[in-house]
């Protein structure tokens, strides 16, 4: 037993907390939940949303940017992300917390339309949708423009091009940026990324 448990689901944002462990090396148990709405799981996270990991000292995270910020801080010379206090290390927060905040919910109003909104006649859902995919489009647009190639920051990956991949795997008109396509296949020639997405059925 490792102590770190991670509960997942296939295709979900979990797979960059299981990228970001494979990466480190440390060994953890996983927990596939089908279902978020159960007593169980909501006792762990009352939000009902994977990723969730519970960590060998006791807590129990949620949110994706947290979890792998955390894992960084823990496990620093895994290179989660560049050493702390340095301008690199900054700017890769940035654009993970940019796609945590505005394109990971965006893609959550394209493929979930009818959580968004009260109305319920299709128009409604189809205009949530339209509107989620020209925010997506538009934010990877601005997150291409600061890719120095083939990753964010150059030659050394991080976990926020692995955030990046996970992201534009969701959304078609993403891997047609030039400097997009080129960090999501570079991104996949790291084993430990590519394992993690071969397990959550990525790239299907
Ligand atoms: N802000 C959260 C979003 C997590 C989230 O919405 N996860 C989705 C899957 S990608 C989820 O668990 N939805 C409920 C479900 O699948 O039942 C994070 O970054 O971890």
Redesign the pocket.
Known sequence: MSGYTLYW?P????MVVEAALRMIGVGFDEVR?D???TPDFLALNP?????VLKLACGPVL????A?VMTLDDMFPEARLLPPHGTPAHATAVQWLVFM?TNI??A??RYYYPERHTVDDSPHAADSIKQRAARDMTRDFAQLASAVQGPFLLGQTITITDVYAAMLADWHDTARDLPEIAVLVNAVLENKAVEEAWRHHGFGA
């Open positions: 689901k295709g979900t944002g979990s939940i279902e978020t709405a939000a009902g949303r994977v990723p949620a949110e994706s940017a979890i945590a990971y919910p893609a959550l």
